[in-house]
């Protein structure tokens, strides 16, 4: 009988974790439909910004700090979103591998040189890379309790002037890009200098040579002003896909721990019935060996 309850005990457990999950899987989905929505709203404001830094950054003999091309890359700074909470899988592991893969492939010797800086967004960020004894010059945990464009801008406008003045020669961003709800695109993108030839590749220059503008005042002024803001939002739309990558990761991974509870809720319910027929069967018996010896 003591095998039955403990038996009767696991099953009570695993019943009251899958309230749990299934609970956190609704929360997720909400979360998952308003980081959605506020990722999508951001999009047509970024594809414009897009398109008119290319026509400016395309005309001739425009100057920028933030064109500037270092002629050595030797001090580097990359920026990590990752997240402040678990249970979402292997959201954060599978960034921070290929993090680490990318550094080891392309900046093993500016690491080495103590030269590569990071800045980590979230709690599980900045635990993996400090544990690693990595250079975490900045760390932001429980960045999305509260999420805002403000904090974003604050960070770039910190890094962008760090850039200005030649402290960094390159800045990065690594974050989870949102594809679906279980599938995300782990990206490592290269913010600054800003590289004129990525916009020829999405086709922004076409519209440039079909069409002659007239900017007023001048691209230069324009883009001392615009550049900045299309920095910033890089990191914010970083952040907002990260986000809604996290809710999805985290839906996804809760509703797997939900079917898994309910498999194992059945195989102990086999085992249960199995142990109480067995020792229903043994009491039979028992009784059945009683009463022949009574007659006896």
């Known amino acids: 009988?003591?095998?039955?309850?403990?038996?009767?005990?696991?099953?009570?457990?695993?019943?009251n974790t899958q309230q749990i999950t299934k609970a956190m899987k609704m929360v997720a989905a909400a979360k998952l439909r308003k980081a959605q929505q506020r990722m999508t709203a951001t999009r047509p404001y970024s594809k414009k910004l897009r398109e008119v830094v290319s026509k400016l950054v395309n005309v001739e003999e425009v100057s920028n700090i933030l064109l500037r091309q270092p002629d050595e890359v030797s001090k580097i700074l990359m920026i990590i979103v990752g997240s402040d909470r678990g249970l979402c899988g292997g959201f954060n592991n599978n960034l921070f591998r290929v993090v680490e893969n990318t550094i080891e492939d392309k900046y093993s010797e500016t690491k080495k040189s103590e030269n590569l800086h990071l800045i980590a967004i979230g709690k599980k960020a900045e635990a993996y890379f400090?544990?690693?004894?990595?250079?975490?010059?900045?760390?932001?945990?429980?960045?999305?309790?509260?999420?805002?464009?403000?904090?974003?801008?604050?960070?770039m406008d910190w890094a962008s002037g760090n850039f200005a003045d030649g402290t960094y020669d390159k800045i990065l961003i690594a974050f989870n890009e949102f594809k679906t709800v279980i599938s995300q695109n782990r990206l490592v993108e290269e913010v600054l200098p800003i590289q004129t030839e990525a916009f020829d590749d999405k086709g922004q220059n076409s519209a440039k040579i079909e069409t002659d503008y007239i900017f007023e005042p001048d691209a230069d002024t324009i883009l001392d002003d615009i550049l900045p803001v299309y920095v910033n939002m890089q990191l914010w739309r970083a952040v907002l896909e990260s986000n809604a990558s996290e809710q999805g990761a985290r839906m996804a991974a809760m509703d797997n721990a939900t079917e898994n509870a309910k498999e194992l809720e059945q195989e102990l319910r086999l085992k249960y019935n199995q142990a109480r027929q067995s020792a229903i069967t043994t009491e039979i018996s028992e009784i059945v060996s009683g009463a022949a010896a009574l007659e006896d």
Not at 1 to 15: G, Q, T, V, Y
Not at 142 to 154: A, E, K, P, R, V
């Open 1 to 15: 009988m003591a095998n039955l309850r403990d038996i009767r005990n696991r099953i009570n457990s695993i019943k």
């Open 130 to 155: 400090k544990k690693r004894r990595y250079q975490v010059i900045k760390s932001y945990p429980g960045f999305f309790d509260d999420l805002n464009y403000t904090q974003c801008s604050d960070i």
